[in-house]
């Protein structure tokens, strides 16, 4: 072997082979998306989200570097310190329009909950990993219990849109590791039943005095006013009603780049981060929502077929979640913003802005290639 | 959940959860995106009308009121900006707390505070309630300096209603108040409610209110895009307001203040007419009150002290207050004798001091009689006898029937509300009149007492001087105006109130002349010889007394009654006689005889008139005339005699 002289050119060959193609022009187009509609909806932000956008293509570009072997050697520290961290947050947290997320480490302010959504997949891969041909009930019970905790931790915060995704995230790794039907039907059932219950009897359960014990007051308003957002026009139901409005009177072409009038007079609450479907679909129409929704599918029929492909238990089990993740994020805050889910605070992947899920979900998108490297790897 | 499995096995079961995973996926796609057809296509129209509702807000332009002038261009009505300290409530955590603090800077008295409160349940929570108006510069330099601290506070320039000359002519003008439920009302009737829409004030009486749509203007929009908190982010387009008209008038200002001041203290009207063209030069109404309390809203003590007043300073009796005119109601007479042919001006009858009709006698006031009395004498000495047996002769349709196209017992279509229709008698009246048969049957003695002006008879000073105009302008009836031109601000052009008379009388010149001529002696050497000596023209007048209590039997003795209980004192005049320009009627109430305290009045009046002469003094009463009691006092002896 001789020495490998200094070439830019390959430097250049070894910086991008860890980049999967497919992904990373995908990733492209997503965040094509973000520039066009943060133009729109906030101009100002641009230059900023450009240092998120380069912040999180170096997570994603590092963590396609390290091997899944790497990554998941992480895993439980990376877990146990989300979890130690989640514990100093409920202690002594920083609180924010009520709710405590946040913790001040001096430099920054850090919400570990985000760090969960990438740990919490990645320790349970690992879990299994270690499991392999041994898993019994004993052990999704096991994980089971390794999942509780965090979401636990993140429910009394409260937050409980982090804490579903969190959960959703573990519950992937479960799903994907064999739980059995057996258990899941019978629960999604209940699940079913339980939103059909609610919607049919919502004028019922939504009356002033009902106590609904399980959820806190505000998270009870929230469901009742996606029921029925007329029910208050001008707080929760208002962000509903003028971003359906701002989604309807897009039509089908949609009203043009930065013509929304929804978007520029100030009626779409939010309209950088969680509400940014709303200003595409205003500004785009249906065929610029369905361009998105075919990338987000096209972006999901990779992650499938690279979990399909993955070499060990471990690096499926964790690219099917990461990719059932990118789904639950788009269908949430699409579904919230057109009016068919709740408002949780659920960003639309890689479009809303915000600093931290950019990073977090382009570290998914390079778990994902490093997952698919691996086993080009281990074919050659 | 197999314990041994094959590693194929494991992985074609993780694959098939992944077909799963991606089935439920692309479903959950699918719902979207038939969301987004439902939303985009399906209710695209529906959501697209709410987009605009949202966006498109029409922010009305209020028009800067008319102003009233008087003929010289003297300005009765006027607008002028001042600040005005207001609060939004809905910004303001404590209302009490805020007001408290905020008078520590700015006067604000109870009377503000009471205002305010009032307002305050009339308005919408997101509008901004005047507390004080009208700040001083020091004032709103203070709060300025300190605004920070009153967050929902802010004082802004406002148009207010300024009526310079106070109380004079006031109830010619009127004045403006706040839109109430019942102005609103009224605006949805018009089908006006777009105009008025961010209009707060509206005419409330007088000329304010009969030309309120002249004055108010036509109010512009502007269509803004709100954003979200409403707030105007961008001008679409713009329609200015047109200001409102100004109002000329045909009101001599410095006329109506001489009239004003010659009543002095005392209960009246006045009305002043060109008889030329039916142009009201003054029109006074006593006492008067000033406009400028209403403007803002007038406080309860000023509105109990106006309004329980027993002198009902809010009453417009130049137009409301309907008297029986006395003995001015004889030179119509004596017209409808000559032009009915039941009298010549030479036919003479011998008067013993009363008149007997069905064994009842109707008194003359000289005891004994006038003698030999023709129509001539009849008016300058007002001799009741010989209109007795004229009222007789005439019967009440005759009468009735002249009276009718002078205008009386009929309302003027004067252009300021508020007239009354005053009564002129008739047995079909007095059927409307009553309900019980035995009262609605009209008696032959009562045809006697309202041939001398007395009876059913009531009229309006204006319909007085209106009638008294159309006798001396050779018969024209003009529909009594104060407006002479309404002026368009913008273009300067200039609408005038049409003079055209509304009817012509056929009446002979001949006929006109005698009486006339028998009125210019009223002044010379009849009853209103004391209040117009001396006068450098000649004038024709008349006095007249209005019963207001029955004396039974007993002689009217004016110091014995109580002031409220004596007779209405009338004058009516005009001038000069060989070329009238002013047409007027006097009344003072209880003002006893015609020509002790209303004749007087008229003096002054037409003195500034014809010679710009001013006596601001009241005019003072005729001690004289009240002891010469040469006035009809008939009525009070319409009782049987024994």
């Given at each position: 072997?001789?020495e490998?002289?200094?070439?830019p050119?390959?430097l250049?060959?070894?910086a991008i082979?860890?980049?999967?193609?497919?992904l990373f022009?995908?990733l492209?187009v997503?965040l094509g998306y973000?520039?066009?509609?943060m133009h729109?909806?906030s101009p100002?932000r641009i230059?900023?989200?450009?240092?998120n956008?380069?912040?999180a293509?170096?997570?994603?570009?590092?963590?396609a570097r390290?091997?899944p072997?790497?990554?998941l050697?992480?895993a439980?520290?990376?877990?146990?310190?989300g979890?130690?961290?989640?514990?100093?947050v409920d202690?002594?947290?920083e609180?924010?329009?009520g709710a405590?997320?946040?913790l001040?480490i001096?430099?920054?302010?850090?919400?570990?909950?985000?760090?969960?959504k990438i740990a919490?997949?990645?320790?349970?891969a690992?879990y299994?990993?270690?499991?392999?041909?041994?898993?019994r009930l004993?052990?999704?019970?096991v994980?089971g219990?390794?999942?509780?905790?965090?979401?636990?931790?993140?429910?009394?915060?409260?937050?409980l849109?982090?804490?579903?995704?969190?959960?959703?995230?573990?519950f992937y790794?479960?799903f994907?590791?064999?739980?059995?039907?057996k258990?899941?039907?019978?629960?999604?059932l209940?699940g079913?039943?339980?939103?059909?219950?609610i919607v049919?009897?919502g004028d019922?359960?939504?009356?002033?005095?009902?106590d609904?014990?399980?959820?806190r007051e505000?998270?009870?308003?929230r469901?009742?006013t996606l029921?029925?957002?007329?029910?208050d026009?001008?707080g929760?139901g208002f962000?509903?009603?003028q971003s359906?409005i701002?989604?309807?009177?897009?039509g089908l072409?949609g009203?043009g780049w930065t013509e929304?009038?929804?978007?520029?007079?100030?009626?779409?609450?939010e309209r950088h981060?969680d509400?940014i479907?709303s200003?595409l679909?205003e500004e785009?129409?249906?065929l610029?929502?369905l361009?998105l929704?075919a990338?987000?599918?096209?972006?999901?029929?990779r992650g499938?077929?690279i979990?399909?492909?993955?070499?060990?238990?471990?690096t499926?089990l964790?690219a099917?979640?990461?990719?059932?993740i990118?789904?639950t994020?788009?269908f949430?805050?699409?579904?919230?913003?057109?009016?068919i889910?709740?408002v949780?605070?659920v960003?639309l992947?890689?479009?809303s802005?915000?600093?931290?899920?950019?990073?977090?979900?382009?570290?998914?998108?390079?778990i994902?290639?490093?997952i698919?490297?691996s086993r080009?790897l281990?074919?050659? | 959940m197999?314990e041994?499995r094959?590693?194929?096995e494991?992985?074609?079961?993780?694959?098939?959860r992944?077909l799963?995973?991606g089935?439920?996926?692309?479903?959950?796609?699918?719902l979207?995106a038939?969301?987004?057809?439902?939303l985009?296509?399906?209710?695209?129209d529906?959501?697209l009308?709410?987009a605009?509702d949202n966006?498109i807000?029409l922010?009305?332009?209020?028009?800067?009121?008319?102003?009233?002038?008087d003929?010289?261009?003297v300005?009765?009505a006027?607008?002028?900006?001042a600040y005005t300290?207001?609060?939004?409530?809905s910004?303001v955590a404590?209302?009490?707390e805020t007001?408290d603090?905020?008078?520590?800077?700015?006067?604000?008295?109870?009377?503000?505070r009471?205002r305010?409160r009032k307002?305050?349940?009339?308005?919408?929570n997101?509008e901004?309630v005047?507390?004080?108006t009208r700040l001083?510069?020091?004032?709103?330099?203070?709060?300025v300096?300190?605004?920070y601290r009153f967050?929902g506070v802010?004082?802004q320039?406002?148009?207010?209603r300024?009526?310079?000359?106070?109380?004079?002519?006031?109830?010619v003008?009127?004045?403006i108040?706040r839109?109430?439920l019942r102005?609103?009302e009224?605006?949805?009737?018009?089908?006006?409610?777009?105009?008025?829409r961010?209009s707060?004030h509206i005419g409330?009486?007088?000329?304010?209110l009969?030309y309120e749509?002249?004055?108010?203007g036509?109010?512009?929009?502007?269509?803004?895009?709100?954003?979200?908190?409403?707030?105007?982010v961008r001008?679409?387009?713009?329609t200015?307001?047109?200001?409102g008209?100004d109002?000329e008038?045909t009101l001599?200002?410095e006329?109506q203040?001489v009239?004003?001041?010659a009543?002095?203290?005392r209960?009246g009207a006045?009305v002043?007419i060109?008889p030329r063209t039916?142009?009201v030069?003054?029109?006074a109404?006593?006492p008067?009150?000033?406009p400028?309390l209403f403007?803002?809203g007038?406080s309860t003590?000023d509105?109990?002290?106006?309004?329980?007043?027993?002198d009902?300073?809010l009453l417009?009796?130049?137009?409301?207050?309907?008297?029986?005119?006395?003995?001015?109601?004889?030179?119509?007479?004596?017209?409808?004798?000559l032009?009915?042919g039941?009298r010549?001006a030479?036919?003479?009858i011998?008067?013993?001091?009363?008149?007997s009709f069905?064994g009842?006698r109707?008194?003359?006031?000289k005891v004994g009689g006038?003698?030999?009395v023709?129509l001539?004498?009849s008016i300058?000495?007002?001799?009741n006898?010989?209109?007795y047996?004229l009222?007789n002769?005439?019967?009440?349709?005759?009468i009735?029937?002249?009276?009718?196209?002078?205008?009386f017992?009929s309302?003027t279509?004067?252009d300021?509300p508020g007239?009354?229709?005053g009564?002129?008698p008739s047995?079909a009246?007095?059927?409307?009149?009553?309900?019980?048969?035995?009262q609605?049957r009209w008696?032959?003695?009562?045809?006697i007492?309202?041939g001398?002006g007395q009876g059913?008879n009531a009229?309006?000073?204006?319909?007085?001087a209106?009638?008294?105009?159309?006798i001396?302008?050779g018969?024209q009836?003009?529909?009594?105006?104060v407006?002479r031109?309404?002026?368009?601000?913008?273009?300067?052009e200039?609408?005038?109130?049409q003079?055209?008379?509304?009817r012509?009388?056929?009446?002979?010149?001949?006929?006109?002349a005698a009486v006339r001529e028998?009125m210019?002696?009223?002044n010379?050497?009849?009853?209103?010889a004391r209040?117009?000596?001396g006068?450098p023209?000649s004038a024709?007048?008349?006095?007249?007394?209005?019963?207001v209590?029955?004396l039974k039997?007993?002689?009217y003795?004016?110091?014995?009654?109580r002031?409220?209980l004596r007779?209405?004192?009338?004058?009516?005049?005009?001038?000069?006689?060989?070329?009238p320009?002013?047409?007027l009627?006097?009344?003072?109430?209880?003002?006893?005889?015609g020509?002790?305290?209303?004749?007087?009045i008229?003096?002054?009046?037409?003195?500034y008139h014809?010679l710009?002469?001013?006596l601001d003094?009241p005019?003072?009463e005729?001690?004289?005339?009240a002891?010469a009691?040469d006035d009809?006092h008939?009525?009070?002896?319409?009782?049987?005699t024994?």
């Open positions: 072997m001789t490998p002289r200094f070439s050119l390959r250049l060959v070894a082979r860890p980049i999967d193609p497919i022009g995908l492209a997503l973000a520039f066009v509609l729109s909806a100002e230059a900023s989200l450009l240092v956008a380069g912040v293509l170096a997570a994603m570009w590092l963590a390290l091997p072997q790497r990554l050697s992480l439980l520290p990376l877990y146990a310190a979890v130690l961290l989640l514990i100093a202690l002594f947290g609180t924010s329009k405590t997320r946040w001040d001096g430099i920054t302010r850090i919400q570990p909950s985000e760090i969960m919490m997949p990645l320790m349970l690992w299994f990993q270690q499991r392999e041909g041994h898993i004993r052990e999704f019970v994980a219990a390794l999942l509780a905790v965090p979401v636990a931790l993140i429910l009394v915060q409260p937050d849109g982090t804490s579903l995704l969190v959960a959703a995230a573990g790794v479960i994907f590791a064999g739980l059995s039907w258990l899941i039907v019978p629960v999604a209940v079913v039943v339980g939103i059909g219950a049919g009897f019922q359960l939504c009356q002033p005095g009902v609904w014990q399980v959820l505000y998270q009870k308003h469901v009742c029921l029925d957002p007329t029910q026009p001008l929760r962000h509903i009603i359906t701002a989604i309807g009177s897009g072409l009203k929304g009038t929804q978007t520029h007079l100030a009626f779409l609450p981060t509400f479907f200003v679909a785009f129409g249906l610029g929502a361009l929704l990338s987000y599918l096209l972006l999901l029929l499938f077929v979990a399909a492909q993955a070499p060990s238990l471990a499926r964790l099917g979640s990461i990719t059932m990118f789904f994020y788009a949430v805050n699409m579904g919230m913003v057109s009016g889910l709740p949780v605070g960003p992947p890689f479009i802005y915000g600093g931290t899920a950019l990073v977090t979900l382009c570290l998914g998108i390079g994902l290639m490093s698919q490297r080009v281990a074919k050659g | 197999t041994f094959t590693p194929e494991e992985l074609g079961r993780f694959r098939r992944v799963v995973a089935i439920v996926a692309l479903v959950c796609f699918g979207l038939a969301r987004f057809y439902y985009q296509v399906v209710r695209h529906y959501f009308t709410r605009e966006r807000g922010v009305p332009i209020v028009p800067t009121r008319g102003a009233i002038l003929r010289n261009g300005t009765l006027r607008n002028f900006a300290l207001e609060i939004t409530p910004q404590d209302l009490d007001i603090a905020l008078s520590e800077i700015v006067t604000i008295d109870a009377r503000d009471r305010f307002l305050l349940e009339e308005s919408r997101f901004s005047p507390i004080r001083d510069d020091a004032e709103v330099a203070r709060f300096a300190r605004r967050p802010e004082v320039a406002r148009l207010f300024d009526y310079p000359q106070g109380e004079v002519a006031s109830h003008i009127g004045y108040g839109i109430n102005d609103q009224r605006i949805e009737e018009r089908g006006d409610t777009a105009n008025y961010g707060d409330k009486s007088g000329l304010e009969s749509t002249e004055l108010h036509v109010t512009g929009v502007e269509q803004v895009e709100v954003n979200a908190g409403g707030r105007a001008v679409m387009s713009r200015p307001a047109t200001t008209s109002l008038l001599d200002i006329l203040k009239a004003e001041a009543f002095g203290d209960r006045l002043a060109d039916g142009g030069l003054a029109l109404s006593k008067a009150f000033d400028n403007v803002d007038i003590a509105w109990n002290e106006l309004n329980d007043s027993p009902h300073p417009n009796r130049a137009i409301f207050s309907a008297y029986p005119p006395g003995s001015t109601f004889k030179p119509f007479m004596a017209l409808a004798a032009t009915t039941k010549t030479n036919q003479a011998a008067d013993p001091g009363y008149f069905a009842r109707f008194m003359d006031d006038h003698g030999m023709d001539h004498k300058v000495v007002s001799c006898t010989y209109y047996q009222a002769d005439l019967g009440i349709e005759g009735a029937g002249f009276m009718a196209p002078l205008g017992g309302r279509g004067i300021i007239e009354a229709e009564v002129l047995p009246w007095k059927r409307g009149r009553f309900k019980k048969p035995e609605q008696y032959g003695g009562e045809t007492s309202v001398i059913y009229y309006t000073p204006v319909q007085l209106n009638a008294l105009a159309t001396v302008n018969g009836v003009f529909r009594p105006h407006v031109h309404v002026i368009d601000t913008a273009s300067g200039r609408r005038a109130i003079p055209e008379p509304i012509q009388l056929a009446i002979k010149p001949a006929h006109l028998a210019v002696d009223v010379k050497s009849g009853t209103g209040a117009f000596a006068a023209y024709g007048g008349k006095t007249g007394t209005a019963q209590y029955s039997g007993s002689k003795v004016a110091g014995r009654v002031e409220r007779d209405h004192s009338w004058f009516i005049a005009y001038a000069p006689a060989e070329n320009t002013i047409a009627a006097v009344l003072v109430e209880n003002g006893g005889f020509a002790q305290s209303a004749a007087p008229a003096r002054q009046v037409i003195d014809l710009g002469a001013r003094a005019a003072r005729d001690a004289e005339a002891e009691e009809t008939a009525g009070h002896d319409a009782e049987p024994p």
